[in-house]
């Protein structure tokens, strides 16, 4: 499937679909999402509205880490096999990328005041998420500090590609490091420790984000690559003339 859809044409015809479809997708969701996690679930015995954060938090938690997750794969991609659409992804995710993890510290920083007394805590969760956020900034800005396209986007994936590793630090800092943070409540061996009615709300708003990410950037990839092919077409012109 995705040699299939490394062909910009071919990609393009699956984008005109899936574009509309994951808009519409992600819309339905968010309004679903945000009517079960705002009035249909019911307040935490301890935490009490408070909780009702944990709905856009998680959700962009996981898009944060899954977004620099996919750029760097598509970084890799590009570096060996020069998959032009590879590179026109990993451009694409990046701010979006970035949107997310700044909204999962920003709603951390939220639920972290009445929860732990204070706006930031250095916590091993807290810090690498920053880390993951300064990633994505950091390539974007040298992606667009050189001039020279394929130099700015091989040394962009290479660091995209060394970002990385910072995925699983994430992900574990909680089990590796003392933390304030909680564990995993969700995706564990022994089944989600969440109760159903907190669940559902938790699954719906992340479908929703996910499918409104997707939406996001590829019509952002789509727009990259008629951007070019009107270049392209303009300096064929120009070199004619």
């Known amino acids: 499937m995705i040699s299939y859809l490394a062909n910009p044409k071919r990609f393009d015809a699956f984008a005109r679909v899936a574009i509309p479809v994951s808009g519409a997708l992600a819309a339905v969701l968010l309004c679903a999402g945000l009517y079960l996690s705002l009035i249909a679930s019911p307040a935490d015995y301890q935490q009490g509205d408070t909780i009702r954060i944990m709905y856009v938090h998680v959700p962009a938690a996981w898009l944060g880490l899954s977004l620099y997750l996919a750029m760097g ?76 396209e394929r130099l700015a986007a091989r040394l962009a994936a ?46 719906v708003m992340a479908l929703g984000f996910t499918s409104f990410a997707a939406w996001i950037v590829m019509f952002r990839m789509r727009s990259v690559i008629m951007d070019r092919r009107a270049r392209a077409l303009r300096l064929a012109r120009e070199s004619a003339a």
Request: aromatic share 12%; proline share 5%; net charge neutral.
């Open 73 to 148: 794969i598509s970084r890799a991609v590009y570096f060996i096999w020069r998959h032009n659409l590879a590179d026109v992804a990993a451009a694409s995710i990046a701010p979006v990328g970035a949107v997310f993890a700044a909204l999962c510290l920003v709603t951390g920083a939220i639920w972290g005041k009445p929860t732990w007394g204070t706006w930031w805590i250095w916590d091993a969760r807290l810090t690498s998420m920053l880390i993951q956020f300064l990633l994505f900034l950091g390539y974007m800005a040298l992606r667009g500090a050189i001039e020279d």
């Open 158 to 203: 290479i660091l995209a590609m060394a970002g990385t590793l910072n995925v699983p630090i994430v992900k574990f800092s909680v089990e590796w490091w003392a933390s304030l943070h909680q564990g995993a409540s969700v995706l564990r061996a022994d089944g989600p420790s969440i109760d159903p009615s907190q669940l559902t709300p938790l699954l």
